[in-house]
């Protein structure tokens, strides 16, 4: 049986099927603000809707409620002054557990076509939800638009297209007829129910509240299973306006919305959420620190953990010198090296490279990566639209370590930016710091932020050794390569093979490394220390759900 809302948005799904085994570009949703695509309100509305959550209590009528709590602070320095439902992690995981029958009868085609509800909704909700990750998170304004809503929406659709696939293999029932030569056949009707595990609980991030959260958050749902949030402190409210959407719409086709739920927690309620019993499958995205103690302590659970590494580029050789500069200073500046694909050691021969203008010292390279990124950055607007704000204290703390000469040579400092529209805003640009490959303890280490290394190094063969080296140990979500010969794109492919990093190579137009798009990029293989699973792919979906049969003589 089908469902219709399945049919509402069959070419949605089978568009999303296409990607997935094709992989080539499709989106279901457009990355542009465009008000011939999402009205010519939208705009407005979705800001209005917005600053209505603003000072206010969000209600979302859930079980176990003890009391509201809050404290987001914005980047950008304005208030929130948001407060939200806190409810007891035990009523949240017993409501879900009821909640999961009902999900498990509309079956996979009802599933299905219910998350894909969800996500046209959410879509149209993109300018409220770009202005929530905005204001919690610091990204600009187009990265909050683009990554926080439709990016992530295709993430989740992703995810549901998977779950779909790997659903659909499982027949409802069937016939079994066994021969028995002269004697009558066995003969048998059997049953397969496809069940989800348990509770999911996804645990957000502070820097990309949706885009990390959603295809954790559809890939256990659309299995089946009941979802709990646990969002990041200081960007709950992304989450909690996802939430609100899907407990709307679930309710609206008959379904318990406690089978996804808001939890706003500290970290010992958290820990005591996560290791219950119940709770079978959680996703992380964040430090090494937290993602480890839940590999370690919640046994119980499938851990699906996105963790810190250090991503790195090798750079050999170029016929593109220029703009392979602009391309890594996009790259280093895109929302203040706030993301888990920005590059963070840039391994340079110590001998120099050969460009199309000539040889190009180690101390060129420097010099003229650092102008590169001033210059980028020369203009005001460009900068604050590109840079967003820095998200936390911490990172803070980083750049001002960085800039201190402790870790390197500074080639280029941090500055701080006054931003007119938010004069309180904590906006830094980048820095760049030139070491030694000896110096390992400076580099081979995630420093979240704005911090990056130019690292010296004996050679070409040096640097794509050290590269697998740290990808194998340290983990690493991207490596790149510039290089104008075979031979080392070779062997620097076959050492990402090795260590199991997705690789980009001579990029100096619009494609940067540290952009995954959905559907064609796996972000993450699941095989090397910065991440134990990839969005998307069939072992991300697979083991949420189990097939329970049943059998009888006919």
Same mark, same amino acid.
């Given at each position: ?368 990566? /650092? ?7 020369? @203009?005001? +607007? *460009?900068?604050? =639209?590109?840079?967003? !704000?820095?998200?936390? #204290? ?81 983990? /690493? ?7 104008? @010969?075979? +031979? *080392?794109?070779? =062997?620097?492919?076959? !050492?990402?093979?090795? #260590? ?55």
């Amino acid at each position: 049986m089908t469902h219709p809302l399945l049919e509402k948005h069959r070419a949605t799904l089978e568009g999303a099927l296409n990607a997935i085994q094709t992989r080539g570009y499709w989106s279901a949703f457009n990355e542009m603000p465009s008000p011939k695509t999402y009205g010519e309100t939208a705009a407005d509305d979705g800001k209005r809707a917005f600053e209505a959550c603003l000072g206010q209590q969000f209600s979302l009528d859930q079980p176990g409620q003890q009391g509201w709590a809050g404290g987001e602070q914005s980047p950008y320095g304005i208030e929130l002054g948001v407060q939200y439902p806190v409810c007891d992690p035990e009523s949240l995981i017993a409501a879900g557990q009821a909640a999961m029958a009902g999900w498990q009868q509309v079956g996979a085609t009802g599933r299905t076509g219910i998350c894909l509800e969800i996500l046209d909704r959410l879509n149209k909700q993109s300018f409220e939800l770009a202005h929530a990750v905005m204001m919690t998170t610091g990204q600009g304004w187009m990265m909050a638009f683009q990554a926080g809503a439709p990016h992530a929406q295709d993430r989740g659709l992703e995810a549901v297209a998977y779950a779909w696939r790997e659903q659909s293999f499982v027949p409802t029932e069937t016939v079994w007829d066994k021969p028995q030569g002269k004697n009558p056949s066995l003969v048998m009707k059997k049953h397969f129910e496809i069940v989800g595990q348990g509770v999911g609980v996804v645990v957000g991030c502070g820097t990309f509240p949706t885009w990390n959260t959603y295809p954790g958050l559809f890939a256990a749902l659309s299995t089946g299973n009941a979802v709990i949030v646990k969002p990041h402190s200081n960007a709950i409210l992304p989450a909690a306006m996802t939430v609100r959407t899907i407990r709307a719409v679930l309710a609206e086709n008959g379904i318990d919305p406690n089978l996804v739920t808001l939890c706003v927690a500290d970290r010992a309620t958290t820990q005591k959420l996560v290791t219950h019993a119940a709770v079978k499958s959680i996703d992380f995205t964040g430090s090494n620190v937290f993602g480890q103690w839940l590999i370690d302590n919640c046994r119980q659970a499938r851990v699906y953990a996105e963790l810190a590494g250090v991503n790195n580029i090798v750079i050999d050789s170029t016929d593109a010198y220029k703009p392979m500069l602009r391309n890594l200073a996009f790259t280093l500046a895109l929302y203040s090296g706030q993301m888990c694909t920005t590059s963070q050691a840039l391994f340079v021969p110590a001998g120099g490279i050969e460009t199309e203008d000539g040889h190009k010292s180690y101390d060129d390279v420097c010099a003229d990566l /650092a102008k590169a990124v001033s210059g980028f950055l020369s @203009k005001p +607007e *460009v900068a604050h =639209a590109v840079l967003g !704000a820095v998200q936390s #204290a911490d990172t803070l703390k980083r750049i001002g370590e960085a800039d201190s000469g402790r870790l390197g040579k500074v080639i280029l400092a941090s500055t701080k930016l006054d931003n007119p529209e938010f004069p309180n805003a904590e906006v830094r640009t980048p820095v760049l710091l030139a070491c030694d490959a000896a110096d390992e303890a400076a580099y081979m280490e995630e420093r979240f932020g704005p911090i990056s290394f130019i690292v010296k190094v004996a050679d070409t063969a040096a640097a794509i050794a050290l590269s697998e080296r740290i990808v194998s140990t340290h983990g /690493a979500l991207t490596a790149g390569i510039y290089s104008t @010969k075979a +031979e *080392v794109i070779d =062997a620097m492919t076959r !050492a990402t093979m090795r #260590a199991k990093v997705a690789l980009s190579i001579n990029l100096t137009g619009g494609v940067f490394v540290n952009q995954s798009a959905a559907y064609s990029d796996y972000h993450g293989t699941g095989g090397n220390p910065a991440a134990n699973a990839s969005y998307a792919d069939a072992a991300f979906v697979a083991n949420r759900f189990v097939v329970v049969q049943r059998r009888y003589h006919v």
